[in-house]
């Protein structure tokens, strides 16, 4: 056989998977980067492998996890294995794979099942690494909260959120559409004897105890102004006005050591 012959026959096995492996590999493609890149945010892994069962997660419930480094890795092993035949492919995957996919950290979240995720469909969440008392204001100070790395709803009334880091603490609101004013109705709106105020500090903002509402009138339907603007001793209407801004609804969960 000549040597066109030999070249000719060697070009038409190129494709095939026992190829010559001195043979240049083809570059990585940037999609299948950005595949393995979610496959670590635990995307395009089917809801039955994170829970198993329904009763881990009830309704009305909130379960907060940490994954596993170690499941992650082999999460990745097992994607990188499809095709791997050979010796040659196992070196070839662990040439590829430092430089193409990232490696997995501490990342941890939470699952939420609950009719508040059908109900705020604006719903906002932040997690801090460390323990925020219930006490602090709105925006707790020094604190920074941590990377969101996937917010997904999963279901009607699944939410999924998941972290880079450790979570400690949850903050779960609604969207603050606008900066408005109101009053706290209690347990029960339809009882105007019940409604209180919590002023804000007029220097500082910080945000005081709530007191009873002043009506001005016996048919409790007019608040008193003028009460008011004398609990923080306010000068002017903007300065009132700073008195009486009013956050959203929020809840804060703490996980347990």
């Known amino acids: 056989m000549d040597q066109r012959s030999i070249a000719r026959q060697a070009g038409d096995v190129t494709h095939l998977p026992f190829a010559p492996y001195y043979l240049a590999s083809p570059e990585f493609p940037e999609q299948v980067t950005e595949w393995f890149i979610e496959l670590l945010t635990l995307k395009h892994v089917p809801f039955q492998y994170l ?21 992650l890795n082999c999460l990745l092993d097992g994607a990188f294995s499809i095709g791997r035949v050979t010796s040659a492919d196992i070196k070839q995957d662990a040439a590829a794979r430092p430089a193409n996919v990232p490696t997995p950290g501490t990342c941890s979240g939470f699952l939420l099942r609950s009719p508040v995720v059908t109900g705020w469909p604006n719903l906002e969440v932040e997690a801090y690494s460390q323990i925020v008392p219930v006490g602090d204001d709105y925006l707790p100070t020094g604190i920074s909260p941590l990377q969101c790395m996937r917010f997904d709803r999963l279901g009607e009334d699944v939410l999924l959120c998941l972290f880079d880091g450790e979570i400690k603490t949850v903050d779960i609101h609604e969207h603050a ?58 000068q002017n209407s903007a300065e009132f006005g700073k008195t009486m801004i009013q956050g959203v609804e929020k809840v804060r969960f703490i996980k347990s050591s």
């Open 177 to 234: 559409e606008t900066i408005h004013f109101g009053v706290n109705a209690g347990d029960d709106p339809s009882n105007p004897g019940g409604y209180t105020k919590a002023l804000r500090n007029v220097e500082s903002g910080v945000l005081g105890d709530a007191k009873p509402v002043v009506w001005k009138t016996e048919a409790k339907r007019t608040i008193s102004i003028g009460d008011l603007i004398a609990r923080e001793n306010a």
């Open 51 to 71: 829970v198993p069962r329904e009763e881990m997660l009830p309704s009305n419930s909130l379960r907060f996890f940490q994954v596993d480094v170690n499941w």
